[in-house]
């Protein structure tokens, strides 16, 4: 007789911040676990971040739809203890809670739930649907994984679950579910009816120890994943309909001859164009933008470069871990405009509310990458414990209370409502002066 499989449930929390927008947000690490137990498990997925679910109300302004991002639903709620400062509205965002807990009713009930986890000061979602599946589901085993967990799992710990793995130690949930999965498994986008944005990475790890990076402390090397499974990932994708891809990488450009032009050069030879767009959300090295990789990228469908920055200032670039110098960004817009992609298409990010915010000189960095014909994004500043530029702001913050990493509250806590208010109209001022973009 078969033997009965374990029943999972997969659950990406809601979001409680003052900001959240569908930057391509997806679960991808817990669908990558996912993707290794589905041989062992009957596995279900409730997303409170699926825009596309039936459940999802529709958002206060409409989605203008440029490659598939755009605003969750949200609802105001009151501000914690700790944002009483903070002068913007409170919301949370996604599906309705009572949806979830008529979901789990509904169900029978599941041996394991997993919950996604990932910005640490995010923790109040999470306690939301801790608290739902232990009322309704109580015999199932909840388990967190994810960077909040990794990187905090006492206070992880303290929110009830009975499992946190941390990193990517799998063992202990694979002990549990008796199961030993083969080395390689797509993540299980199965587990949506109807997709459209996803997202992948080609690489783990980051060869740099910027001051202000978590990266540093999760001791991954850097490393690239073996090219069939890159490409048997993309296959899935494109089988599920999927349109946009981010990639998550940290240092998708680093050594580029092991993955990244492998890879490229299978998408031109071997996707019709126009039929998959790429994005770059989490930043990439402007450093290795030569003119091939610039070229490459734009043949196989890159439709949006972000290229983290941070400073104009060589001081504060050498002291945060010289990860770029100025002219490395000024290259790489030259390489890339010269492929062919659109300037308005180009994103430098910018940090605000760093903690040694003289030496970054941020008005003039602004205008410096604003003078290279590119829009500039600020990087609200989120203060990571353990990181030597977190320990920094232990001056003005309790470093153990994770809602005060929250980025729209720490840069306001140390430069003041009107002075963050300053450089992001800045921003908008100088990125509207910008020529219109050549497509909609
Ligand atoms: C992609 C990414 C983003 C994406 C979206 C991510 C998302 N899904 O929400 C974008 C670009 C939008 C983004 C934005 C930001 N991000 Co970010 N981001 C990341 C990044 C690179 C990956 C996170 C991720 O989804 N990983 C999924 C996969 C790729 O992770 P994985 O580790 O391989 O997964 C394995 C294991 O961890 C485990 N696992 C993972 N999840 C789970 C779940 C379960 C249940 C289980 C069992 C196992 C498991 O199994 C997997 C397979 O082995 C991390 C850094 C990192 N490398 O983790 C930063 C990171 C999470 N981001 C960070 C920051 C600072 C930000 C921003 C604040 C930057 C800014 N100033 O604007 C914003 C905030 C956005 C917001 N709305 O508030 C910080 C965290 C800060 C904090 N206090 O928590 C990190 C750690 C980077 C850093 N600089 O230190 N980010
Ligand atoms: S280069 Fe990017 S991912 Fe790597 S340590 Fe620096 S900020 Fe973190």
Not at 381 to 391: L, V
Request: include cysteine; glycine fraction near 4%; charged fraction near 20%.
């Amino acid at each position: 007789m078969e033997k009965m499989k374990q029943t999972i449930l997969l659950v990406n929390p809601p979001i409680y911040d003052f900001a959240a927008y569908d930057f391509w947000l997806k679960p991808l690490g817990m669908l990558t676990t996912a993707g290794h137990c589905k041989p062992f498990a009957h596995i279900d997925l409730f997303d409170y971040l699926d825009r596309l679910s039936p459940d999802m109300p529709p958002p206060k302004r409409p989605p203008k739809n440029r490659f598939r991002k755009g605003p969750f639903h949200a609802q105001h709620i009151p501000r914690p203890p700790e944002f009483a400062h903070i002068p913007r509205y409170f919301r949370r965002f996604g599906i309705p809670r009572r949806v979830f807990q008529d979901y789990l009713r509904s169900r029978p009930q599941y041996d394991f739930v997993l919950i996604q986890t990932t910005m640490t000061y995010w923790y109040p979602g999470l306690k939301e649907v801790i608290e739902d599946v232990r009322t309704l589901q109580p015999r199932a085993t909840i388990v967190l994984g994810g960077f909040y967990a990794t990187l905090l799992p006492d206070h992880a710990r303290s929110l009830g679950a009975d499992l946190i793995i941390e990193a990517d130690n799998h063992k202990p949930l694979y002990d549990k579910l008796l199961a030993t999965p083969a080395d390689y498994h797509p993540p299980y986008w199965q587990a949506y009816p109807n997709l459209r944005t996803a997202a992948m990475t080609l690489t783990t790890g980051c060869p740099y120890k910027c001051t202000y990076c978590a990266i540093g402390q999760m001791n991954l090397p850097f490393a690239h994943r073996p090219i069939d499974h890159c490409i048997q990932d993309l296959q899935l994708l494109l089988s599920k309909g999927v349109t946009d891809i981010a990639f998550y990488d940290d240092a998708l450009l680093y050594k580029p001859e092991k993955i990244l032009k492998p890879f490229l050069e299978y998408v031109i030879g071997n996707i019709p164009q126009g039929k998959i767009n790429f994005h770059t959300p989490n930043a990439m090295h402007a450093r290795y933008i030569t003119p091939e990789i610039a070229q490459l990228m734009v043949r196989a469908g890159f439709r949006t470069f972000y290229l983290g920055f941070e400073s104009a200032s060589p001081t504060f670039q050498q002291n945060t871990g010289s990860k770029v110098v100025s002219a490395d960004l000024a290259a790489a817009v030259t390489h890339l405009k010269n492929a062919g992609a659109d300037a308005q298409t180009i994103t430098a990010y910018e940090l605000i509310g760093h903690p040694n915010t003289d030496l970054q000189h941020l008005e003039s960095s602004i205008r410096f990458a604003n003078s290279l014909g590119i829009k500039v994004m600020l990087s609200d500043f989120s203060p990571i414990p353990n990181t030597p530029d977190g320990q920094l702001c232990s001056e003005y913050i309790d470093l153990s209370e994770p809602l005060n990493h929250n980025k729209t509250a720490f840069p306001i806590t140390l430069l003041g409502h009107d002075k963050v208010s300053y450089y992001k109209n800045l921003c908008k001022s100088l990125n509207r002066s910008l020529p219109a973009p050549r497509s909609a």
